[in-house]
């Protein structure tokens, strides 16, 4: 069965920085998008970033542009988001999620959740000002 386990979350200032990773067991990395989403309470989830590690492009929502960073490490099968310049609105829960199909979408599909259809569960990240 798929695992994918996020880590990294916490609580931090506003200002601050966060680095969340996704490791993924009995799912390789390769070739597919893999993608950050976040849900804060009484909130619709939300597409942070996106990374298609074939090729690393990548894809950020409006939120995040110039402030988080998304990569990934082939050798550790691991996708990274590096968190900058926390603010307040940042909180909520950051899923990874990943999808082997996405390279036959248009790219500027890569943040819609219903596209993933393999999900983590979760890490909190708590921003306070």
């Known amino acids: 069965q798929v695992q994918l386990v996020e880590s990294g979350g916490g609580s931090v200032q506003a200002g601050g920085s966060l680095r969340l990773a996704c490791a993924a067991s009995r799912y390789d990395f390769f070739n597919v998008c893999v993608a950050w989403f976040r849900q804060a309470p009484g909130n619709a989830r939300e597409g942070v970033a996106t990374i298609y590690t074939g090729s690393s492009g990548t894809l950020y929502g409006d939120s995040v542009k110039g402030r988080f960073t998304i990569s990934h490490d082939n050798a550790q099968n691991t996708v990274y988001l590096q968190m900058n310049n926390l603010k307040r609105e940042d909180t909520g829960m950051y899923y990874c999620?990943?999808?082997?199909?996405?390279?036959?979408?248009?790219?500027?599909?890569?943040?819609?959740?219903?596209?993933?259809?393999?999900w983590g569960q979760g890490t909190q990240v708590t921003v306070s000002s």
């Open positions: 999620a990943a999808d082997r199909l996405c390279i036959r979408r248009d790219s500027d599909t890569w943040l819609r959740s219903e596209n993933y259809n393999s």
